[in-house]
């Protein structure tokens, strides 16, 4: 009987866990940013992916242009966008609208087009773009009384017509690019909204502004070593499912354990943070 029991707590926790994981969406590596406002002139760019909680077709989904940037899209990438993806159709910044604090144009990098909607627009129908664009107001999903959410999980509310709120989603139908992007009324997804990642390039080495600094060797085995990293600097690596796996803050990291595979390292000091693809062979 004891036998049993212990069996059966080791397959009760083993069912939490696998349930738990399947209501938590699958962040790729970087850190999820605070929202902000940028011009054309000195712009922020973030890759924007789909944060459903319960419709795992729909999450860790990646908002984009297709077809020469006239085709409002998503694409699915549960590790993140790798540098071998990445380009600038991926790429939006949010621009302040004339409402006020709080309320934006999303436009894209790649046409420069923005995120547009008809004032007849409604729940479930789809968003496209244009060169004029329309206001979506953003707020935390926490504040709109949605359950399951996460910190900087951020919603956008079509601000285009008279009917509110009609949150930016991914939605159930397809177009020549993939899954379309449409509105949702209020709680028609539990935890709907999006997460917001800084765009920085991936490369193999890290360079200052002052201090030439490099991460070798690369590919790595039983070592890794960010040289001349600087004194008060923290060195975090994540695996591409955006877990922390070694932290420190001396140059030598001790990798023996690690499994083989890509990881994130990402180099803090007070010049600036930098990201370094590295891979353990």
């Known amino acids: ?78 590790g993140g966008i790798s ?12 621009e302040a609208g004339p409402s006020g604090a709080g309320y ?17 627009l409604a729940s479930n129908w789809g968003v496209s773009v244009d060169n004029t664009g329309v206001e979506w107001k953003y707020q935390t999903s926490a504040s709109t009384g949605q359950t399951g959410t996460t910190p900087n999980q951020y919603v956008f509310n079509f601000e285009g017509g008279t009917v509110h709120p009609l949150y930016l989603n991914v939605g159930d139908n397809t177009n020549s690019a993939g899954y379309k992007i449409v509105v949702f009324t209020a709680g028609a997804h539990n935890a709907s909204g999006w997460f917001l990642y800084p765009y920085s390039s991936v490369s193999t080495s890290v360079n200052a502004t002052k201090t030439s600094t490099s991460v070798y060797p690369n590919p790595f085995k039983n070592s890794l070593m960010v040289e001349n990293a600087i004194e008060g600097s923290n060195i975090t690596l994540c695996d591409l499912s955006g877990r922390i ?3 420190s803050d001396v ?31």
């Open 104 to 120: 934006v144009y999303i436009v894209n990098k790649a046409s420069g087009k923005r995120l547009f909607g008809a004032s007849t």
């Open 83 to 94: 540098t071998a993806n990445q380009n600038d159709k991926y790429l939006w910044r949010l």
């Open 245 to 247: 796996v070694l932290q």
């Open 251 to 281: 140059k030598m990291m001790n990798t023996e354990e690690l499994q083989t595979g890509i990881y994130i390292l990402k180099y803090t000091s007070k010049e600036g943070n930098q990201l370094v693809k590295v891979v353990k062979d």
């Open 1 to 78: 009987m004891k036998k049993f029991n212990s069996f059966l707590l080791a397959f009760m926790l083993m069912f939490s866990a696998v349930s738990l994981k399947a209501q938590m969406p699958n962040l790729p590596a970087g850190s999820v940013a605070t929202p902000e406002v940028s011009t054309a002139a000195a712009p922020v760019w973030y890759n924007m992916m789909s944060s459903h909680l319960t419709a795992a077709d729909r999450q860790n989904r990646f908002l984009t242009l297709a077809n020469d940037g006239d085709v409002l899209s998503s694409e699915k990438f549960d």
